[in-house]
């Protein structure tokens, strides 16, 4: 096993988010969503639990229409966010699959109830004010593909459902206050292709199992 150490590697440039959302979210298919579509009521629920814990009302950008604003206290919402095109959401059929919000003025804490998200194959909530702990929930999305957190203010451990997301092509954490370690079961994340977990404070050592990750591209570790 390999100390971390502070150091700046020559990595190569990482292209630019759609080429990279083309390669990690490859599986997305068609998005649409048909005008009459009932929108899960799971993932509405979801969707507002986040506009409410985020500071929804606060967003630089809520659409165009009433959309977000829509959501009630209880998690419900007189919009329907498939058929009604809300802002950042991405759906097939009547499911959200794609959740894109990122430098969007989103503070508090990611909700456990993201989790519920389960049809979502995208998720990037980038370079946002985003504080507390990542939910362990996050691991129920077993179908994500993308997910991209960094340049917020994100603190505690990574959680060990986030490592067993073995479906992920690109994960990005960086520019956080994450702690903790980078486990051996790292390497069962054969699909990742991006992996960026750089300016945070983890410790320990880097485990020998990132060499079965035979997809992986781009890896930046420095902190």
């Avoid at 990122?102 to 990611?110: E, Q």
Wanted: charged share 15%.
């Amino acid at each position: 096993m390999r100390a971390l150490r502070r150091h700046s590697p020559s990595v190569p440039p990482a292209p630019r988010l759609p080429l990279l959302m083309l390669l990690a979210v490859s599986q997305l298919g068609h998005v649409s969503a048909s005008p009459d579509a009932t929108t899960d009521l799971a993932d509405v629920k979801a969707l507002c639990d986040l506009y409410a814990s985020t500071g929804g009302p606060g967003w630089k950008s809520s659409g165009g229409g009433p959309g977000w604003r829509t959501c009630h206290a209880d998690g419900t919402a007189a919009g329907n966010p498939c058929a009604n095109k809300w802002f950042g959401v991405e759906c097939m059929g009547t499911r959200v699959t794609g959740l894109i919000l990122s430098t969007n003025g989103l503070t508090g804490s990611i909700p456990d109830s993201i989790g519920q998200l389960t049809g979502l194959n995208a998720l990037d909530l980038f370079s946002n004010g985003l504080t507390g702990s990542i939910p362990d929930s996050i691991g129920q999305l077993t179908g994500l593909k993308f997910l991209r957190l960094y340049n917020n203010s994100l603190t505690g451990s990574i959680p060990d459902s986030i490592w067993q997301m073995t479906g992920l092509g690109w994960l990005g954490l960086s520019d956080n206050g994450l702690t903790g370690s980078i486990p051996d079961s790292i390497g069962q994340m054969t699909e990742l292709v991006f992996l960026y977990l750089y300016n945070n404070d983890l410790t320990g050592s880097i485990p020998d199992s990132i060499g079965q990750m035979t997809r992986l591209r781009y890896l930046d570790l420095r902190f």
